[in-house]
């Protein structure tokens, strides 16, 4: 089953001394109590769209929560 995609946008991610701006692609995989959900991030959207490795990812589990601030 291909994963299904939640939620796209840009958010801020925090590093040593700034926030840098990123976009972002928040995918859930699998059923029941095999799913998980991964959030992976670009510089931007045009580095996702061609195909430029993923700047980070972090898998989500059952406790992880989003707090969307806009």
Do not use: C, V
């Not at 959030?39 to 989500?60: C, D, F, H, V």
Request: no cysteine; proline share 3%; glycine share 12%.
């Amino acid at each position: 089953m291909a994963p299904l995609t939640i939620l796209e946008g840009y958010l801020l991610k925090r590093g040593q001394m700034t926030a840098k701006r990123r976009y972002f692609s928040l995918q859930h995989h699998g059923e029941g109590n095999a799913s998980t959900s991964t959030l992976t991030y670009w510089g931007s959207k045009e580095e996702m769209e061609a195909n430029i490795p993923a700047r980070g990812q972090l898998l989500l589990g059952a406790d992880g929560w989003l707090q969307d601030l806009a």
